[in-house]
């Protein structure tokens, strides 16, 4: 029971994340791996804001969605448009995202440095409950509550607005939805924003619950395998999925070993790409190169 | 040559010939891989226990090392390589990090995260010179065979191709196992020269890096892959010194490729093909 607890605990931080991977996937079709980047953003965002500038927690959160959220819509207007553009080889997307990602990580490395850092320890309500001898922590509870009030929002947004509307539109054929006179590149900086904001939440419940370093973001490849188990593109799938992974590691960590944890993450990947590579949500794939 | 030229040089070698397995598979045929540095482990791991545990010389202990890569190459691309496109390059990722961790995780036989060390550093100047030689020229063979053309034909249009009378996932499987065998030998060659061998060596970052550098070189050039190849190994190398930048510098690279000159240094042509131009352009047309 313990370990279905933080499981879903883990599992709601990477479907955050895992949203964020799925969303982008939807529209332009390729797996954005400078979302660590967007994530470790965030992270340091919000510990500069909290201790540098000494501004108050929900402030601080706030500018790190937003320093995220910019970061992700200036990535992709340096790096993937141009690209867009040129060819429609994903993978070409694909490689750039990771010089995206590797120069983010980096660019931390050099000016902060790589030293471990902590989010101050009052950032969060910190306490223990006892509930019928699962010992529940305080921050458990609020990353679930988080995960599901963000998602909630996303899923109102995306079903009861007109952008919303557009992003469904342009999820099933971008050309069209161009045609048909939605403007295409502000969609996909409103997607690239609304992903870094999923990502920088996810990395500010990582820095407290573990600790802020220039290498967090490569957390997000677990989320990364998470989406693609529940379907990439598909915002059901990324949080089923997460969930199935951040139960599958808690339960492989406490009954047999945790370093046998990633060994099953990628084992259940492999699995799931053999029996149903579309994954569970997944729209049915056709040949892309 | 000073030890430092000399390492830069070897090292140039062993990242060639990586390379060129990974062009095999991802240039000539069209897969794209995200885990490659896996089959690189393999060939070390072999390599290195077969010659300190076993005594065995090096000669036979590097191309066991890379037949090792190709078996469990074999085994992976069985059931794998039934997968298309994205989804290849996405169960590589994961099939790669889990040969990782399970070098990092069997303690009793590879030592672990710790590492394996007390290599003999068999890997000189003379023989990896020799050795990348002799697989180049093996290469260039190859691709202009009968096989080399198949490859060619399943990447353009599979399905033109199974029309045609090839049997396109025997040729999809050919080309795994060869450029599985290509990064075997490179592996167990890197394991010569540093002596000392550790499965964070070949994570998904070097798996990154092999594409990156045919992507770099040209999609279908072999010539290109070299160059490109070269080219990286020498940056990253004599960006040493600003070792914080290095990765930065890398990083940017890699984007500014992508965004300017995504079909890379070359295209598909050869490097001798630039100088009759003429010819060269009506044969991509």
């Given at each position: 029971?313990?370990?279905?607890?933080?499981?879903?605990?883990?599992?709601?931080?990477?479907?955050?994340?895992?949203?964020?991977?799925?969303?982008?996937?939807?529209?332009?079709?390729?797996?954005?791996?400078?979302?660590?980047?967007?994530?470790?953003?965030?992270?340091y965002a919000c510990y500069f804001l909290l201790t540098q500038w000494g501004y108050s927690v929900p402030v601080s959160m706030a500018g790190a969605l937003i320093a995220s959220g910019l970061t992700a819509i200036i990535t992709e207007r340096l790096a993937y448009k141009p690209i867009r553009e040129r060819t429609t080889t994903t993978l070409y997307l694909l490689i750039a995202s990771m010089g995206v990602n590797i120069i983010i990580e980096n660019l931390f490395v050099v000016t902060v440095g790589g030293r471990i850092r902590a989010l101050p320890q009052n950032t969060f309500p910190t306490g223990i409950f006892k509930i019928a001898g699962v010992t529940l922590s305080a921050s458990d509870i609020i990353s679930l509550v988080t995960a599901v009030i963000f998602l909630t929002m996303l899923q109102i947004f995306l079903n009861k607005t007109r952008w919303g509307l557009a992003i469904r539109a342009a999820a099933?054929?971008?050309?069209?939805?161009?045609?048909?006179?939605?403007n295409v590149t502000f969609l996909i900086s409103l997607v690239f924003f609304v992903a870094g904001i999923l990502a920088a939440v996810g990395g500010i419940f990582l820095s407290v619950r573990y600790s802020l370093y220039p290498q967090l973001g490569s957390i997000t490849t677990k989320a990364f395998i998470a989406a693609v188990i529940g379907g990439l593109g598909s915002l059901p799938g990324a949080v089923v999925g997460s969930l199935i992974l951040g139960l599958a590691e808690m339960l492989t960590a406490g009954f047999i070993s945790s370093q046998m944890r990633d060994l099953v993450v990628y084992s259940l990947l492999v699995i799931m790409l053999l029996i149903r590579p579309a994954g569970f949500f997944g729209k049915a794939v056709s040949e892309k190169i | 040559m000073g030890g430092y030229q000399e390492g830069i040089i070897i090292l140039m070698c062993i990242n060639c010939i990586a390379a060129m397995g990974v062009s095999i598979l991802t240039g000539f045929t069209g897969i794209f891989t995200l885990g490659h540095a896996a089959y690189m482990a393999l060939g070390a791991y072999t390599t290195a226990i077969l010659t300190v545990r076993y005594g065995v010389h090096w000669i036979p202990a590097i191309i066991a090392g890379g037949l090792m890569a190709v078996l469990i190459a074999w085994l992976i691309g069985l059931p794998t390589l039934k997968l298309?496109?994205?989804?290849?390059?996405?169960?590589?990722?994961?099939?790669?990090?889990?040969?990782?961790?399970?070098?990092?995780?069997?303690?009793?036989?590879?030592?672990?995260a710790r590492g394996f060390p007390g290599i003999e550093p068999y890997t000189t100047r003379i023989c990896a010179v020799i050795i990348f030689i002799g697989l180049a020229i093996i290469t260039f063979n190859f691709l202009d065979s009968r096989l080399g053309r198949e490859l060619r034909a399943s990447r353009d249009d599979?399905?033109?191709?199974?029309?045609?009378?090839?049997?396109t996932p025997r040729t999809?499987?050919?080309?795994?196992?060869?450029?599985?065998?290509?990064?075997?030998?490179?592996?167990?060659?890197?394991g010569g020269y540093m002596s000392f061998i550790q499965p964070s060596m070949f994570d998904m970052m070097k798996s990154t890096e092999l594409t990156a550098v045919v992507v770099f070189g040209g999609l279908g050039s072999m010539s290109g892959t070299i160059l490109g190849s070269a080219a990286i190994t020498l940056i990253m190398e004599y960006f040493r010194d600003i070792s914080q930048y290095r990765?930065?510098?890398?990083?940017?690279?890699?984007?500014?490729?992508?965004?300017?000159?995504?079909?890379g240094l070359l295209g598909s042509r050869e490097i001798w093909e630039l100088f009759s131009l003429e010819?060269?352009?009506?044969?991509?047309k």
């Open positions: 029971m313990q370990q279905i607890i933080n499981g879903l605990s883990l599992g709601s931080v990477y479907a955050l994340i895992a949203v964020g991977y799925s969303l982008v996937y939807s529209i332009l079709l390729f797996s954005n791996f400078a979302h660590g980047g967007f994530l470790v953003v965030g992270g099933c054929d971008i050309r069209t939805a161009g045609l048909m006179g939605v | 298309t496109g994205d989804y290849y390059a996405i169960a590589s990722i994961g099939l790669g990090e889990a040969i990782r961790l399970i070098l990092e995780n069997w303690q009793s036989f590879t030592r672990g599979s399905a033109a191709a199974s029309l045609m009378g090839f049997n999809r499987m050919k080309a795994l196992l060869l450029s599985a065998f290509y990064c075997g030998i490179a592996g167990a060659l890197l990765m930065l510098i890398y990083g940017l690279l890699l984007v500014i490729i992508m965004v300017f000159r995504p079909e010819n060269s352009k009506q044969e991509d």
